[in-house]
């Protein structure tokens, strides 16, 4: 009972239990808090354990020798890297640097509340990807992030009046909207590590409908394709829009469709046969799909083959 009660995260409900739990200093808003590593330190001992959050965490280290663990995976920042979590998912560090570079940002969702961004935080995907899906800014990017931070410790150690919670929101999107832009020129950049990424997703789709996986297993999921390539299904899918404008579920449905049309056209089997050996259960949902990406039923292909 006691391994489990160590194993099990510590669960942070709010800004200040958290930094109090840390030995920090008490933040300036109850809501949302600036930590930057060149006023506070950051040691191995605070982050050794699992922790869940209940607030958002936008963190940027630029210092090599800092891990992190998402779930399973480790993460060294060698190059330094920014990641973003949403509430509720468990976070490891291991910070083994001696110094450190960059800053935490905290935001409870309560402070969101009766603004857009409370609606509009959810759309940004990156909240979404593992920490292994860091996204890496340039110079001119780190210098944008950063100044919008310093912006933000600014306002949060001015006297708090009537517009104070206005302008914190509006620098807050303004880092969200420029990290959006950032892991959008990410993709374009690192193009032969996501290349190769694409022709593992392609070889995998590939032999899931050839070697009867998909008979064995049913239709392929996001999830299932993302966990076999260890990356977070909405990064995979953010990935492959950015690369060819079509989503993860379009790629399964284009390789179904391509694979269908191959068996309508060589083998015998049935309508229904061809159906089960893709994957579905109900014959009459195949020849559906079929017909909405093809304009033919699967009945109708076949026969303009013969």
Do not use: W
């Amino acid at each position: 009972m006691k391994a489990e009660r160590r194993n099990k995260p510590r669960a942070f409900r709010s800004i200040t239990e958290m930094q109090r739990a840390f030995g920090l200093p008490q933040p300036l808003h109850p809501l949302i808090s600036l930590l930057d590593y060149s006023n506070v330190q950051i040691t191995a001992e605070m982050l050794a354990d699992t922790f869940v959050m209940d607030f958002y965490n936008i963190t940027y280290n630029e210092s090599a020798g800092c891990r992190m663990r998402y779930g399973q995976t480790t993460y060294d920042f060698d190059e330094g890297g920014m990641f973003f979590t949403s509430p509720g998912q468990p976070l490891t560090g291991v910070q083994t640097a001696e110094s450190t570079v960059g800053f935490t940002l905290l935001v409870h969702p309560d402070f969101l509340r009766n603004y857009p961004l409370d609606t509009k935080i959810k759309s940004y995907g990156y909240f979404s990807y593992s920490v292994t899906e860091s996204l890496h800014l340039s110079a001119r990017e780190r210098t944008i992030i950063t100044g919008i931070a310093k912006n933000i410790g600014e306002e949060l150690e001015t006297a708090i009046d009537d517009l104070s919670q206005d302008v914190l929101i509006s620098q807050l999107e303004l880092l969200l909207n420029y990290s959006q832009r950032f892991h959008k020129r990410q993709f374009i950049t690192r193009k032969p590590i996501n290349n190769a990424l694409l022709e593992r997703f392609d070889r995998l789709l590939h032999r899931y409908f050839t070697d009867e996986t998909a008979l064995l297993n049913g239709l392929p999921t996001v999830h299932y394709l993302a966990d076999k390539l260890n990356v977070s299904p909405r990064y995979l899918g953010d990935l492959l829009r950015a690369l060819t404008g079509q989503n993860t579920q379009q790629h399964i449905h284009n390789k179904l469709i391509e694979k269908a049309k191959e068996e309508l056209t060589r083998s015998e089997l049935s309508v229904g046969e061809i159906a089960y050996q893709l994957g579905f259960e109900h014959p009459q949902s195949f020849s559906k799909l079929f017909k909405s990406k093809t304009n033919l039923s699967p009945a109708e292909f076949r026969a303009s083959f013969n």
